[in-house]
């Protein structure tokens, strides 16, 4: 169905994720850090990224502008899933090329849906 890349530093939440993506058909690699993701993101493209925010190194504010203002990954989607979750963290995410906004604890069915919705576009 799609491959999607999870990058959380958290083992908890990419248990979490990974799980509800799988029990759908989706592939799922993962990453614990923004530099561990663009290493992986050059070696194999997903079709959507997971992004948390808060990571070690670089935020996923931070990934998620670098790889939109890459001519060559700019088309990837990315929800960022984190527990800054006021409307304002929310509004400086989309600022930063983010395609969706999913609080934590995420809702399952919900992260699964947007996925999905991305994968088809």
Known sequence: MGTVLIVDDSATERSIITSCLQQVGINVSIAIS???ALEKIEQSRPD???LDIV???RSGFEICRQLKGEENTNKIP???CSTKGTEMDKFWGMKQGADA???KPIDQEQLVNKVKELIAN
């Open 55 to 57: 990571l070690p190194g």
């Open 34 to 36: 923004g530099e561990e």
């Open 48 to 50: 959507v990224i997971v």
């Open 78 to 80: 990315i929800i960022l």
């Open 101 to 103: 906004y999913i609080s």
